[in-house]
């Protein structure tokens, strides 16, 4: 069992900066893949980025390509998703999540574990 705890959401104004926290309970994070999933209102939770289980591999949605930044450190049990460069569409909430899976599902229901998500507003 693997519990997610996300944080470092908030208010910002467009072209700035957000740095986002997820951390890990239990001993087996650094054999899960990582991500990070956003959902806006009245939208589908969407891929946002993707990290694999030693840090050497990542992905992200054309979206946010170039602005977001996924790493993790094992050590710490945390994942993280550096922003900059925000834009009023980024405006969602923001989930953690992990999965033993083999590749970076788009469909979030297909990772074993999320959390309860951060909200982050960008404004213009």
């Known amino acids: 069992q693997v519990q997610l705890v996300e944080s470092g959401g908030g208010l910002v104004q467009a072209g700035g900066s957000l740095r986002l926290s997820c951390a890990a309970s239990g001993r087996t994070f650094s054999n899960h893949v990582m991500g990070w999933f956003r959902q806006a209102p009245g939208k589908e939770r969407e891929f946002v980025a993707g990290i694999s289980r030693s840090g050497g591999s990542t992905s992200y949605a054309d979206s946010v390509k170039g602005r977001f930044t996924i790493s993790r450190d094992n050590a710490k049990n945390t994942v993280y998703l550096q922003m900059n460069s925000l834009k009023p569409e980024d405006t969602a909430i923001y989930y953690c999540?992990?999965?033993?899976?083999?590749?970076?599902?788009?469909?979030?229901?297909?990772?074993?574990?999320w959390g309860q998500g951060t909200q982050v507003t960008v404004s213009s």
């Open positions: 999540q992990a999965g033993m899976i083999p590749r970076y599902y788009l469909d979030y229901k297909r990772w074993d574990y």
